[in-house]
């Protein structure tokens, strides 16, 4: 699958991005998805995870509770709502693919079969 990420951009502290990645194929109910992030000098790190019928989630500790992941599989789309954004929060986010069997969510980058391209998010304080 083929993974196209959007919406990122510029945001003052304390607002609110919504991203969204579009994947290519007939097969994305298939996919368990996810969202990761890189900041700049530092490693790739884990956003949040969906299942594939949307029903098992996981997000990283810095970002529950002000982060939704949510997937339109009928849209072939995966996306990351994000509120209350502080600085700690500016990096590139790439969504990603894993396809499995199960029901699943997956939070370590060497489970993905497939990555989008990144997109950018800067929060001024």
């Known amino acids: 699958v083929q993974l196209q990420a959007s919406g990122g951009g510029w945001v003052q502290a304390g607002g609110s991005l919504r991203l969204s990645c579009a994947a290519s194929g007939r097969t994305f109910s298939r996919y368990a998805l996810g969202w990761f992030r890189q900041a700049a000098g530092k490693e790739r790190e884990f956003v949040a995870g969906?299942?594939?019928?949307?029903?098992?989630?996981k997000y990283a500790d810095s970002v529950k509770g002000r982060f939704t992941i949510s997937r339109d599989n009928a849209k072939n789309s995966v996306y990351l709502q994000m509120d209350s954004l502080n600085s700690e929060d500016t990096a590139v986010y790439y969504c990603a693919a894993k396809i499995n069997v199960g029901n699943y969510f997956y939070v370590y980058e060497w489970q993905y079969d497939s990555w989008g391209q990144g997109t950018l998010v800067t929060v001024s304080s």
């Open positions: 969906i299942s594939r019928n949307g029903g098992n989630t």
